[in-house]
């Protein structure tokens, strides 16, 4: 079955950086584009963007434009969404998701709280 | 971008009660890529519905999807005290993906 495993919580400091893992598993890795959403606390869900699985395409929310950055690594299934400068703002947990036969799956979520 | 629109924003019902939830998109989508997730506090969004009327895995037959074009609705047949949470309707055929605003289903 798909699987998508992410890296633990991370405490940051305003003006940092945060990268954060999502290892894919049960399925065809070079199959599917992997999509980063992120939900602040009390808030609603919101979409940063996506990446192809060999790494070569990816597509930011203008919101996110110049901030995050988006790879992949084939040989371990695994995804990144690298988040700069950051702010409280910024704090969410933060999701990989993908659709694969018209079915949405969701990693586990990572906690990002960015405080001084 | 296709915007979601769920409405009511809050939903106060009795235990046993019928809900029922809307989504309206502002450009017809495919049926085959909008979902419905509940969400608790704390949690994780929960895929109910995929496919606008798949359930998915685990998901106990008093939840139901429907609809086509702009219009989706979400019904609970009968509320259990577990049902009461916060419900999302997503697309997820056009990039980027979208999210409504979210329907909370709270006590009476």
């Known amino acids: 079955q798909v699987q998508l495993v992410q890296s633990g919580a991370e405490v940051k400091k305003p003006g940092a950086s945060v990268k954060v893992s999502c290892k894919a598993s049960g399925y065809i890795f070079n199959n599917y584009y992997m999509h980063w959403v992120r939900q602040a606390p009390g808030q609603g869900v919101e979409w940063m963007g996506m990446v192809s699985p060999s790494g070569d395409t990816t597509h930011y929310a203008q919101t996110f434009q110049g901030r995050v950055t988006m790879t992949s690594d084939t040989s371990t299934s695994t995804v990144y969404m690298e988040l700069n400068s950051l702010r409280s703002e910024d704090t969410a947990a933060y999701y990989c998701?993908?659709?694969?036969?018209?079915?949405?799956?969701w990693g586990q979520g990572t906690l990002v709280t960015v405080s001084s | 971008e296709i915007v979601l629109m769920q409405s009511p924003g809050t939903l106060s019902l009795s235990p046993g009660e019928r809900a029922t939830l809307s989504c309206r998109a502002s450009?017809?989508?495919?049926?085959?890529?909008l979902a419905w997730y509940q969400q608790k506090p704390g949690q994780t969004p929960r895929l109910l519905i995929y496919g606008a009327s798949s359930r998915a895995t685990g998901i106990p037959d008093r939840f139901s999807g429907s609809g086509s074009g702009t219009d989706f609705t979400l019904t609970i047949s009968r509320l259990e005290p577990e049902d009461f949470a916060v419900y999302y309707c997503q697309q997820y055929g056009n990039s980027p993906w979208t999210f409504g605003q979210g329907t909370k289903v709270e006590i009476k």
């Open positions: 998701t993908l659709d694969r036969r018209f079915v949405p799956y």
């Open positions: 450009q017809s989508i495919s049926s085959s890529y």
